[in-house]
């Protein structure tokens, strides 16, 4: 008994300190086989890598698919990082190919992209949809009406807390174009905020 109590113990010590660990070394760890380091990079990253697939392919059925997908590509995958960039950043960078190629694949279906990518955000709740008075919704709203790209780039700056530089590399272009992108997303969406009577977000 004393024997299963401290191989318990010893247990639970593991996950702590894997629970500690950076991403990076947990992606090391992944690279060596390590199933427990995958099941903590998952808990950690799971929820920002679906949201942000949502908000491409606007499809909660298709958007959970692909964060499987991503995850996977993560265990098969993990020997190739090379730790340039954030843990983070990688694995949004896998997830919007992920994204946009599945859009591609989905033109079977008659729907090209720019229609898919204007449909109605599924992320917002229902409350959120129906109180058109409630800023969040409102803003949701306003963004939603911006073009992909300069939607996709508020998305990574806000939601997502992106740099720049981190931005242009999981979009793959130069940091000059996600500044411009954002100088005119901003502005844009400014005029739409103002427009729906949000002066104060609009500033």
């Not at 920002?48 to 697939?53: G, K, N, T």
């Not at 109605?120 to 409350?127: G, H, K, L, N, W």
Request: proline share 2%.
């Amino acid at each position: 008994m004393p024997n299963v109590i401290a191989i318990n113990a010893a247990a639970r010590q593991g996950i702590v300190a894997a629970q500690a660990t950076s991403d990076e070394m947990l992606i090391e760890s992944i690279a060596d086989g390590g199933r427990t380091a995958m099941h903590i990079l998952y808990s950690r990253h799971n929820v920002r890598v679906y949201r942000f697939i949502l908000r491409i392919v606007r499809d909660t059925t298709m958007a959970e698919d692909l964060v499987s997908q991503v995850f996977l590509d993560v265990w098969r995958t993990a020997r190739q990082f090379e730790g340039r960039s954030q843990a983070s950043t990688w694995l949004l960078s896998i997830a919007r190919f992920k994204a946009l190629t599945a859009l591609r694949q989905r033109r079977h279906e008659d729907i090209e992209q720019e229609d898919v990518l204007e449909i109605a955000d599924q992320a917002d709740t229902p409350e959120a949809s129906l109180d058109r008075s409630n800023i969040g919704a409102i803003l949701r709203a306003c963004i939603a009406k911006l073009s992909p790209a300069h939607r996709e780039i508020i998305n990574l700056v806000y939601y997502h807390e992106k740099s720049v530089e981190e931005a242009g590399e999981i979009i793959g272009i130069p940091h000059s174009t996600v500044k411009t992108r954002m100088f005119y997303a901003r502005k844009q969406l400014a005029e739409l905020l103002k427009g729906a009577g949000i002066d104060s977000l609009a500033a």
